[in-house]
C-alpha cells in the first residue's frame, strides 16, 4: 500500500504480511507492524508506481517510511476449535 499523505492511528493493525510505504506522518503503529529498511529497489519500484500514475512521494521515495509486518502474529492461535475444547 502506498499513502502519500498522513497516516491516522494504528496503521497496519494486525497485518501479517505486507508493505505500506508512508509519505506524510504516522500518529501510532498497530499490533505487529513494524519499521522497515527503506532500499534503493524500495525506492526504485516506488519512483515507477507512482510514475504510471503521474504521482510523485512528497519529499521524494526515498524519504518513505516503509512499515512491515513483524511476524509475531503468524502462530499466535494455531488450534481449531475442537482442539481448544480438549486444551480447556
Request: aromatic share 6%; with cysteine; proline share 3%.
Amino acid at each position: 500500500m502506498i499513502v502519500l499523505g498522513d497516516a491516522g492511528k494504528n496503521l497496519g493493525d494486525s497485518m501479517y504480511d505486507g508493505t505500506i510505504f508512508v509519505g506524510g506522518t504516522i500518529e501510532s503503529l498497530g499490533v505487529d507492524a513494524v519499521p522497515g529498511d527503506m532500499t534503493d529497489l524500495d525506492c526504485a519500484w516506488l519512483e515507477r508506481k507512482l510514475g504510471m500514475y503521474g504521482l510523485k512521494a512528497p519529499n521524494g521515495a526515498a524519504n518513505m517510511t516503509k512499515i512491515v509486518a513483524g511476524k509475531q502474529l503468524w502462530n499466535y492461535d494455531n488450534l481449531e476449535p475442537s482442539e481448544k475444547k480438549i486444551v480447556l
